[in-house]
């Protein structure tokens, strides 16, 4: 079993930024694909972005490409989410998550673990 709790949610102005963090416990030493998702209220949860293990794949959503950085410290198990340029339709609940390889972490329903989830709400 693998534990993710994200933080760093919160509120920020439209063209600010914010750093969202997950931190992974438990079964830790397997070399998992993370990502992040996100679901705004009356929509379905939608594909961010994801990291190898390695952190040598990523893969974005065309919809924060230039936007978003994931990254990821496997010293700390911990992933990042760096979202730049923030866009009022960038608010939403964004939960960490992990998977098998880095396609299956752009597919819900290949994830393995999820986070709880922090709020993100982006003001114009």
């Known amino acids: 079993q693998v534990q993710l709790v994200e933080s760093g949610g919160g509120l920020a102005q439209a063209g600010g930024s914010l750093r969202l963090s997950c931190a992974a416990s438990g079964r830790t030493s397997s070399r998992y694909a993370m990502g992040w998702f996100r679901q705004a209220p009356g929509k379905e949860r939608e594909f961010v972005a994801a990291?190898?293990?390695?952190?040598?794949?990523?893969n974005y959503a065309d919809s924060v490409k230039g936007r978003f950085t994931i990254s990821r410290d496997n010293a700390k198990n911990t992933v990042y989410l760096q979202m730049n340029s923030l866009k009022p339709e960038d608010t939403a609940v964004y939960y960490c998550?992990?998977?098998?390889?880095?396609?299956?972490?752009?597919?819900?329903?290949?994830?393995?673990?999820w986070g709880q989830g922090t709020q993100v709400t982006v003001s114009s």
């Open positions: 998550a992990a998977g098998k390889t880095v396609v299956a972490t752009t597919i819900p329903r290949m994830i393995d673990y």
């Open positions: 990291l190898s293990w390695s952190g040598g794949s990523t």
